[in-house]
């Protein structure tokens, strides 16, 4: 449950952006989350909600941005699709993928005013 | 708060002192306007019209397209930053520091209870006296960890997290500061027991090291796979414990290597010494490499200083 403190670091970017980018109030913020991130959206979306809270993100939407698992699979030498870190290569079954893509974590844009 | 493990407000302690965060929260910021306000509300989106990606911005659709004096307008405002940047600059200024100064750091992660301190314990009794030891512990609350490896006549530090359920960079280079150890020394950072949180926070250690010991199941490394993706060594510890268990050792190692190919492995029992000798030589090597790094950083420093 580390997803308090990921909401945090989202909050302390929103300010830093406040202050440098002159804005009073978030409408929406966009998230990046990779399907292979180490978070619970809905875990996350429960912490954001309280962290926004007298905030001036208050009731701020936020849309978070799937981003695909992509792999690497080394005996095929070709990206192969992942959804799970123990997904095998749909090829030829092997496990141990390597993760390309698919594991972050960004706040990509704000809507404000 | 999170009703979970609390990891917002808990109060953080560092050798029984009371820390303040570094960068405290601010309840809101005030508004101020600036010359070039019209020109960045031209790129806009309204609740009738959201933008979903940066490539479906169109600057020519918004209302700010008409502006109206004194009307209030919303606007786009490009982040692009990981969420964990500010963890990730911490540790990349901690691992600096250690590689500077020949430290070999590594950072030990477990569930509660695998055997990660009596561990250490045996560890520290075991290696040659050659380089000096210092051990960062992180829990909750209390000392007790500090204590015991206190015991063993190596330099501990305590972090109680409060309420936070992971050790992260800023905690780990404020404890440096306070331990400040000796040159080429060795450094184990014992992460709170937890296989989940402290897989995504670097705290610029050398190596992950998982502990996982052989009475929790084979199944752990594709239940919690983050943590074992992230470490460069497993341990399996409590082998000794094999006889009166039916653990199937090689599948606990098969699905450790479906999330991480890479993954070393050693069995252990840290309780009968059975291959700690393995243990050892592979912190040596790893400290042996790490004075190969320091001289190398000192023959031609990158940064310019």
Known sequence: MH??????????????AALRQSFARVKTVWLEIGQLACVEQAAFRF????????????????????ISGLGWCHSCAQEVPMTTLHDVCFRCGRYGLVVLSGDDLRVKELEVE | MCTTCGCRSGVMRIGGKRRQPRHKLEGTTPYRATANQ????????SANHPIHSHDLIDFGSGVAETHVPGMRQSRIVKIERDILAKNNHYADANRRYLTEHGIFALNLVSSPGSGKTTLLVQTIAALPAVQPIYVIEGDQQTENDALRIRATGARALQI???????????????????LNPQESSLLFIENVGNL?????????????VVVLSI???????????DMFRAADLMILNKCDLMPYLAYDLELAIDYAHRINPTLQVIQLSAVTGEGMPAWLAWIEAGHR????AKSKLKDWPPHGE
């Open chain 1, 47 to 66: 912490c954001f909600d309280i962290l926004t809270r007298d905030s001036i993100a208050q009731q701020a939407r936020l849309e978070i941005l799937e």
């Open chain 2, 160 to 178: 109680n997290t409060g309420k936070g359920c992971h050790l992260d960079a800023d905690m780990v280079g404020r404890a440096l500061q306070q």
């Open chain 2, 196 to 208: 989940v949180c402290p897989a995504s926070f670097d705290l610029g250690e050398a190596h992950k």
């Open chain 2, 289 to 292: 490499r790490m004075q190969a």
């Open chain 2, 215 to 225: 009475t929790e199941g084979e199944d752990k490394p594709l239940k919690y796979p």
């Open chain 1, 3 to 16: 997803e308090m403190s990921l909401a945090e670091e989202v909050m302390q970017i929103i300010q830093e």
């Open chain 2, 38 to 45: 019209t020109a960045d509300a031209r790129s806009t989106a």
